[in-house]
């Protein structure tokens, strides 16, 4: 379990960390969201003891300065080439390997798990991203850490590298481990996911399950296709004062306010012909820019 309480942090006047306290369960994969500049890369640095500030982090318990083997109980990768530039990527692992404690022959292991043992003596400033990535989760995954932090660790990789970032670190969870990523591609993430933490300029918009903040943040709709579509709507209305009816350019209706069910009973009780009633559940995405809107710290202008 992580707990971290009044998380904060300021530079000059600006304030990046607002107090910001979450929890962080085991044997769930937890999505760390919130718009460029939302302070979730400092957030990380301050749990990890990284950056000054104020507030606690506590990882079972412990604060991660107190925690005598870290390597070896929290895996954390904040930059996708934090690595020296000349050293190959199987010594800069045996370094760090030798630095916690940890046996090298967990040195293959993990490059043979990431997809990189063909690479191993190669150096990575010839990697690419994608390949930097899988080099950072091979030293998170080093010390065979009950706990990762990761930031951003989908930037780089290809469709087949997403794919099975997902499935690795839903698997890994699934192990009983306590797993905080940062994202961008809420696609991914709603795959990904089970719990979220979303944050806006440094504070907490919300923290839960990921379906809960889809539920907060949006409204179910239900589309509506009748050759009746005129007094389908009237009669809905008639059965609910507050319904929200918009009509499409192909002649549908968008409802909400109104479950499917109710819809199908009401065309049913006045002779209406419906030809299809299909509920459209927002998308995490959806809930995001919602949520987020205010938040949003880098506006583009509209094109003209």
């Known amino acids: 379990m992580i707990t971290a309480t009044a998380l904060h942090k300021r530079y000059g006047d600006r304030v990046a960390v607002d107090r910001l306290s979450f929890e962080v369960r085991p044997g769930v994969v937890t999505g760390f969201l919130g718009p460029n500049g939302a302070g979730k890369s400092t957030t990380m640095r301050l749990m990890l003891g990284l950056d000054h500030g104020g ?9 991660f300065t107190a925690i005598r083997h870290p390597a070896r109980e929290i895996g954390a990768v904040l930059e996708a080439k934090a690595f020296h530039p000349t050293r190959s990527a199987r010594n800069h ?54 706990t990762l932090i990761l930031d951003e660790p989908a930037n780089g990789l290809d469709p087949h590298g997403i794919h099975w970032l997902r499935d690795t670190l ?5 192990e009983g481990r306590t797993i905080l990523v940062s994202s961008h591609l809420l696609s991914e993430m709603s795959l990904m996911a089970d719990e979220v933490v979303v944050i806006g ?4 918009i919300y923290n839960g399950i990921v379906d809960g903040f889809v539920r907060e943040f949006t409204h179910a709709t239900v589309l509506v296709r009748s050759p009746e579509a005129d007094r389908l709507s009237h009669a809905l209305r008639r059965a609910v ?22 819809i199908g009973e009401v065309a049913y009780r006045n002779n209406i012909m419906v030809r299809e009633l299909t509920a459209r559940t927002a998308s995490l995405e959806d809930a995001f820019i919602t949520a987020t809107a205010a938040s949003e710290e880098y506006v583009a202008g509209g094109v003209e």
Do not use: N, Y
């Open 55 to 63: 507030g606690e982090t506590l990882f079972d318990g412990r604060r």
């Open 170 to 174: 839903k698997s890994l969870a699934d």
């Open 93 to 146: 692992l045996l370094m760090l390997a030798a630095g916690s404690g940890i046996a090298a022959s967990r040195t293959d292991e993990v490059l043979e798990f990431v997809g990189l043992a063909d690479v191993a003596h190669k150096k990575p400033r010839s990697f690419s991203l994608g390949m930097a990535q899988r080099l950072g989760l091979a030293q998170a995954l080093l010390g065979d850490p009950a």
């Open 201 to 204: 300029r440094g504070s907490m």
């Open 241 to 262: 004062h507050d319904v929200d009816i918009h009509v499409l350019d192909d002649g549908a209706l968008r409802v909400s306010g109104m479950p499917m069910g109710d």
